[in-house]
């Protein structure tokens, strides 16, 4: 029963291009969404996060696009660096709900930015 | 400044045998949490504890006892260890529940 899945492992770009990665999730009660970053033997770090009742956040070079009648989620890098290259985790709570800061993770998709 | 630190980064032990992980943060947050990544890469919740009060407790074996001696701890103590315990665990806090600050993670092997 995975509520929040990142179908597509890997993902390989070219420096400079655009990096999206998607999730999908099953649970209509999420109202919080978060991308993480995580680099080999390091913990997920933070990146940018999304309120159901928006649909698009955006910092720098990182946009969150919230698409609540598919359930579906992306997260846009542009330009791409090699810096970038990492895994990135999405993750959804429903903090409507009383929750209390329960995060449900995707498994995850490698990012690979090519000089 | 380790925001989360976790100690030890790397732990390897023999079936049966108990184990600790320790857990401090210096943020000044009210929440703590424990991660397991199993072998799928999966990051699912374990524990999760605000002001040493236990708020979150999932499915998991009640081998595993989590400690929180003060707001800035929480430990990790594991019993009769098994093979399928072998993963990474993350420890976590945060402020207001949304944006939780993760530890590098301790590898533990249990053979």
């Known amino acids: 029963d995975q509520q929040v899945k990142q179908n597509s492992p890997s993902l390989s770009v070219q420096e400079g291009r655009i990096s999206i990665l998607n999730c999908d999730y099953t649970?209509?009660?999420?109202?919080?969404f978060l991308w993480y970053k995580k680099y080999p033997a390091e913990g997920p770090t933070f990146l940018i996060s999304?309120?159901?009742?928006?649909d698009k956040n955006e910092d720098g070079r990182f946009t969150v696009f919230l698409n609540k009648s598919a359930k579906h989620l992306s997260l846009h890098i542009v330009p791409s660096q090699p810096g970038d290259s990492a895994v990135y985790f999405c993750a959804a709570s429903d903090f409507g709900s009383g929750n209390t800061g329960k995060l449900i993770f995707g498994q995850g998709t490698t990012l690979q930015v090519k000089p | 400044d380790t925001a989360v630190s976790q100690t030890p980064k790397y732990l390897v032990t023999q079936m049966g045998n108990d184990k600790s992980i320790k857990c401090e943060q210096n943020l000044g947050h009210d929440t703590m949490y424990w991660y397991k990544q199993d072998s799928k890469k999966f990051l699912k919740i374990m524990f999760s504890y605000n002001n040493k009060e236990l708020i979150i407790n999932e499915t998991v074996p009640n081998r595993f006892s989590p400690k929180s001696p003060d707001k800035a701890h929480l430990n990790l103590h594991i019993n009769s260890l098994e093979l399928g315990d072998s993963a990474v665990y993350f420890c976590?806090?945060?402020?207001?529940?949304?944006?939780?600050?993760f530890g590098p993670g301790t590898r533990l092997t249990v053979t």
């Open positions: 649970n209509s009660m999420f109202d919080y």
């Open positions: 999304i309120s159901s009742i928006k």
């Open positions: 976590a806090s945060s402020r207001n529940s949304y944006e939780q600050y």
